[in-house]
Every structure is written in structure tokens, then in C-alpha cells.
Nanobody, 115 residues
């Protein structure tokens, strides 16, 4: 059974940067497409970015050019580097497979962009 644990969220000012991490345990996720998702208050959860096993990436239009997804298969970890953050990026950020598997939603990590 895989466990996905997100970390690295926090409070950051507009224009700032933050990196969130997703550590997988239980088995390797290196062969799977992984995604970062977010859910803002009152809104549906949405896909932010995805990365294939070979490193190909895809981004939501709202974060293109500002966010970078990456993975370290040796560490069984997926990252989301966020730059030029905006208040509208405020949300709980989750990682999961892509497409997501409901069993593997974790607690997420809160990212708040505010001055």
C-alpha cells in the first residue's frame, strides 16, 4: 500500500516562492504519472501539474511559467516549486497519481499567499 505525505507548505508573501514535497512510501512510484492538485476554499480540487515517469510535464494554464514539477525517483519523492506566487494560489496542495486514486488522498499541505 502506498502512502503519500505532503509537506513544505506555509505562509508566503505575494511574489514569493515555496517548494512543497510529496514523499511516497510503501512502494516505488517511479513508473507512475504523478500529479499535484490543489483545493481552495469553496472550490473544487483541480490538477496543477503532472509528471510522467520519464520527466515529461504538464501544467494548468494558471500556473504555467511559475510552477515547476519534478521528481527524484531515488528518494521516491515528487516536488512542486512555486514562484511568483499570487493570493489566488492559496489552497491546500495534494499529491496523488494522475489520474488520481481516491484511496491515496492525504492531508495535503496548506499554502497561503498573503501580505
Amino acid at each position: 500500500q502506498v502512502q503519500l505525505v505532503e509537506s513544505g507548505g506555509g505562509l508566503v508573501q505575494p511574489g514569493g516562492s515555496l517548494r512543497v514535497s510529496c514523499a511516497a512510501s510503501g512502494r516505488s512510484v517511479s513508473i507512475y504519472v504523478m500529479g499535484w492538485y490543489r483545493q481552495a476554499p469553496g472550490k473544487q480540487r483541480e490538477l496543477v501539474a503532472a509528471i510522467t515517469s520519464g520527466g515529461n510535464t504538464n501544467y494548468a494554464d494558471s500556473v504555467k511559467g511559475r510552477f515547476t514539477i519534478s521528481r527524484d525517483n531515488a528518494k521516491n519523492t515528487v516536488y512542486l516549486q512555486m514562484s511568483s506566487l499570487k493570493p489566488e494560489d492559496t489552497a491546500v496542495y495534494y499529491c496523488n497519481f494522475h489520474p488520481p486514486v481516491s484511496l491515496y488522498w492525504g492531508q495535503g499541505t496548506q499554502v497561503t499567499v498573503s501580505s
